[in-house]
Protein backbone atom coordinates (compact mmCIF):
# COMPACT_ATOMS: atom_id res chain seq x y z
CA UNK A 1 0.00 0.00 0.00
CA UNK A 2 1.27 3.68 -1.06
CA UNK A 3 2.83 5.14 1.86
CA UNK A 4 0.14 8.35 2.62
CA UNK A 5 1.14 11.52 4.42
CA UNK A 6 -1.36 12.12 6.85
CA UNK A 7 -2.06 14.66 10.35
CA UNK A 8 -2.08 12.25 13.35
CA UNK A 9 -4.86 12.39 15.55
CA UNK A 10 -2.92 10.59 17.97
CA UNK A 11 -0.73 13.45 19.56
CA UNK A 12 1.59 9.92 21.07
CA UNK A 13 1.98 8.64 18.03
CA UNK A 14 4.40 9.87 15.49
CA UNK A 15 3.84 9.41 12.21
CA UNK A 16 4.86 10.63 8.71
CA UNK A 17 2.35 13.44 8.46
CA UNK A 18 2.22 14.70 12.31
CA UNK A 19 2.94 18.23 12.55
CA UNK A 20 6.23 18.76 14.37
CA UNK A 21 5.58 22.00 17.02
CA UNK A 22 8.71 22.35 18.25
CA UNK A 23 10.25 23.12 14.24
CA UNK A 24 6.86 25.70 13.98
CA UNK A 25 8.25 27.49 17.29
CA UNK A 26 11.71 27.83 16.28
CA UNK A 27 10.63 28.52 12.89
CA UNK A 28 8.26 31.24 14.36
CA UNK A 29 10.89 32.32 16.38
CA UNK A 30 13.69 32.97 13.85
CA UNK A 31 11.16 34.45 11.39
CA UNK A 32 11.52 38.55 10.65
CA UNK A 33 8.40 40.01 10.36
CA UNK A 34 6.81 41.03 7.51
CA UNK A 35 7.29 44.71 7.18
CA UNK A 36 10.68 44.43 8.14
CA UNK A 37 12.09 42.63 5.61
CA UNK A 38 10.27 44.51 3.12
CA UNK A 39 12.08 47.71 4.26
CA UNK A 40 15.72 45.82 4.38
CA UNK A 41 15.05 44.52 0.80
CA UNK A 42 13.93 48.26 -0.41
CA UNK A 43 17.31 49.56 1.57
CA UNK A 44 19.10 46.82 -0.71
CA UNK A 45 17.44 47.58 -3.99
CA UNK A 46 17.68 51.56 -3.51
CA UNK A 47 21.71 50.93 -2.55
CA UNK A 48 22.39 48.65 -5.23
CA UNK A 49 20.65 50.88 -7.89
CA UNK A 50 22.81 53.45 -6.34
CA UNK A 51 26.00 52.43 -5.89
CA UNK A 52 25.68 49.22 -8.85
CA UNK A 53 26.79 46.60 -6.17
CA UNK A 54 25.35 43.77 -5.31
CA UNK A 55 25.83 40.08 -3.76
CA UNK A 56 26.30 38.69 -7.32
CA UNK A 57 29.51 40.77 -7.78
CA UNK A 58 32.32 38.22 -7.23
CA UNK A 59 35.52 38.81 -5.91
CA UNK A 60 36.85 37.89 -9.14
CA UNK A 61 34.61 40.31 -11.12
CA UNK A 62 35.51 43.17 -8.88
CA UNK A 63 39.20 42.14 -9.55
CA UNK A 64 38.93 42.99 -13.02
CA UNK A 65 36.38 45.94 -13.07
CA UNK A 66 39.25 47.33 -10.68
CA UNK A 67 41.91 47.18 -13.21
CA UNK A 68 38.96 48.42 -16.19
CA UNK A 69 38.36 51.39 -13.61
CA UNK A 70 42.30 52.35 -12.95
CA UNK A 71 42.73 52.49 -16.26
CA UNK A 72 39.61 54.10 -17.89
CA UNK A 73 40.25 56.80 -14.33
CA UNK A 74 43.79 57.41 -15.58
CA UNK A 75 42.77 57.90 -19.25
CA UNK A 76 40.43 60.48 -18.31
CA UNK A 77 42.70 62.17 -15.77
CA UNK A 78 45.26 62.51 -18.32
CA UNK A 79 43.35 63.53 -20.99
CA UNK A 80 41.95 66.43 -17.97
CA UNK A 81 45.49 67.45 -17.33
CA UNK A 82 46.97 67.16 -20.69
CA UNK A 83 44.33 69.83 -21.83
CA UNK A 84 43.57 71.70 -18.90
CA UNK A 85 44.05 75.65 -19.38
CA UNK A 86 44.72 77.45 -15.73
CA UNK A 87 43.83 80.55 -17.33
CA UNK A 88 40.65 79.30 -17.82
CA UNK A 89 39.44 78.02 -14.41
CA UNK A 90 38.62 81.50 -13.63
CA UNK A 91 34.95 81.96 -12.64
CA UNK A 92 33.09 81.68 -15.64
CA UNK A 93 29.55 79.98 -16.70
CA UNK A 94 31.40 78.58 -19.38
CA UNK A 95 31.39 74.50 -18.78
CA UNK A 96 35.24 73.02 -18.78
CA UNK A 97 34.98 69.28 -20.05
CA UNK A 98 38.67 68.71 -19.27
CA UNK A 99 38.16 69.77 -15.27
CA UNK A 100 34.93 67.57 -16.54
CA UNK A 101 36.91 64.45 -16.93
CA UNK A 102 39.55 65.02 -14.02
CA UNK A 103 36.95 64.94 -11.68
CA UNK A 104 34.58 61.76 -13.10
CA UNK A 105 38.04 60.49 -13.80
CA UNK A 106 38.96 60.39 -9.84
CA UNK A 107 35.40 59.14 -8.92
CA UNK A 108 35.62 56.26 -10.87
CA UNK A 109 39.40 55.49 -9.84
CA UNK A 110 38.35 56.19 -5.94
CA UNK A 111 34.66 54.32 -6.30
CA UNK A 112 32.87 57.02 -5.02
CA UNK A 113 29.63 57.05 -6.29
CA UNK A 114 31.11 55.60 -9.62
CA UNK A 115 27.31 55.14 -11.15
CA UNK A 116 26.68 58.29 -11.18
CA UNK A 117 29.67 59.91 -11.92
CA UNK A 118 29.64 56.90 -15.29
CA UNK A 119 26.15 57.95 -16.01
CA UNK A 120 27.18 61.83 -16.21
CA UNK A 121 29.94 60.71 -18.65
CA UNK A 122 27.97 58.47 -21.13
CA UNK A 123 25.10 61.48 -20.96
CA UNK A 124 27.88 64.13 -21.64
CA UNK A 125 29.69 62.28 -24.29
CA UNK A 126 26.72 60.95 -25.51
CA UNK A 127 25.45 64.25 -26.77
CA UNK A 128 28.33 65.38 -27.76
CA UNK A 129 27.82 62.58 -30.06
CA UNK A 130 24.77 63.68 -31.04
CA UNK A 131 25.35 67.72 -31.97
CA UNK A 132 26.64 67.29 -35.28
CA UNK A 133 23.28 65.38 -36.18
CA UNK A 134 21.83 68.89 -35.05
CA UNK A 135 24.12 70.82 -36.73
CA UNK A 136 24.87 72.45 -33.31
CA UNK A 137 28.77 73.19 -32.82
CA UNK A 138 30.72 72.34 -29.26
CA UNK A 139 32.41 75.19 -29.13
CA UNK A 140 30.24 75.96 -25.79
CA UNK A 141 31.88 73.42 -24.26
CA UNK A 142 35.19 75.17 -23.76
CA UNK A 143 36.76 72.51 -26.16
CA UNK A 144 39.66 73.61 -28.37
CA UNK A 145 38.96 71.58 -31.26
CA UNK A 146 36.02 70.10 -31.92
CA UNK A 147 35.92 66.45 -30.77
CA UNK A 148 35.47 63.83 -33.43
CA UNK A 149 32.16 61.66 -33.12
CA UNK A 150 33.95 58.57 -32.93
CA UNK A 151 36.58 60.04 -29.94
CA UNK A 152 32.72 60.68 -28.34
CA UNK A 153 30.94 57.80 -29.23
CA UNK A 154 33.77 55.23 -27.80
CA UNK A 155 34.19 57.32 -24.61
CA UNK A 156 30.08 57.35 -24.17
CA UNK A 157 30.15 53.53 -24.71
CA UNK A 158 33.19 53.44 -21.71
CA UNK A 159 31.04 55.12 -19.26
CA UNK A 160 27.86 53.15 -20.24
CA UNK A 161 29.71 49.85 -19.48
CA UNK A 162 30.79 51.14 -16.00
CA UNK A 163 27.74 52.25 -15.57
CA UNK A 164 25.98 48.93 -16.10
CA UNK A 165 28.71 46.91 -14.43
CA UNK A 166 29.23 49.20 -11.36
CA UNK A 167 32.69 49.42 -9.69
CA UNK A 168 32.90 46.26 -8.13
CA UNK A 169 33.43 45.48 -4.15
CA UNK A 170 36.76 47.21 -4.17
CA UNK A 171 35.66 50.79 -3.93
CA UNK A 172 34.11 53.36 -1.48
CA UNK A 173 30.88 52.65 -2.50
CA UNK A 174 31.27 49.26 -1.13
CA UNK A 175 32.09 51.22 2.43
CA UNK A 176 29.55 53.66 2.37
CA UNK A 177 26.43 50.54 1.25
CA UNK A 178 28.25 48.39 4.10
CA UNK A 179 27.46 51.48 6.96
CA UNK A 180 24.17 52.40 5.64
CA UNK A 181 23.22 48.59 5.68
CA UNK A 182 24.73 48.55 9.97
CA UNK A 183 22.86 51.77 10.35
CA UNK A 184 19.34 50.20 8.96
CA UNK A 185 20.16 46.88 11.00
CA UNK A 186 20.89 49.29 13.96
CA UNK A 187 17.29 51.19 13.76
CA UNK A 188 15.33 48.13 12.63
CA UNK A 189 17.08 46.76 16.15
CA UNK A 190 15.84 49.51 18.45
CA UNK A 191 12.24 49.75 16.80
CA UNK A 192 11.46 45.92 18.04
CA UNK A 193 13.35 46.26 20.98
CA UNK A 194 10.85 49.19 21.66
CA UNK A 195 8.16 47.35 20.43
CA UNK A 196 8.70 44.24 22.95
CA UNK A 197 8.76 46.54 25.71
CA UNK A 198 5.35 47.61 25.18
CA UNK A 199 4.30 44.54 24.16
CA UNK A 200 5.87 43.14 27.77
CA UNK A 201 4.44 46.57 29.51
CA UNK A 202 0.72 45.43 27.84
CA UNK A 203 1.23 42.03 29.66
CA UNK A 204 2.37 42.92 33.01
CA UNK A 205 -0.90 45.39 32.70
CA UNK A 206 -2.95 42.69 32.10
CA UNK A 207 -2.04 39.99 34.49
CA UNK A 208 -1.91 42.69 37.82
CA UNK A 209 -5.16 43.29 36.40
CA UNK A 210 -6.72 39.81 36.18
CA UNK A 211 -4.98 39.06 39.67
CA UNK A 212 -6.32 42.18 41.33
CA UNK A 213 -9.83 41.33 40.07
Keep these: MADVKVISVNPGKSTTGALNFEF ?26 VFGINKSTT ?10 RTITAAFFITLGVLNLDINSLSLSTEFNIHLFNIVIGGMILLGFFARIAS ?6 YASLAALPLFGVSSSFLSLSTATPDITAISQSLIFLFLAITGPGRYCIDQLLRNWIF ?8 KRAERK ?5 EVRMSYKAWKEAE
Excluded at 35 to 47: E, F, M, W
Design 24 to 49: IEKVARTCKPVGKVIHSQRIKAICNS
Design 119 to 124: ICGFIL
Design 182 to 189: RIAKRKAA
Design 196 to 200: NLREA
Design 59 to 68: NVGSTKLLLI
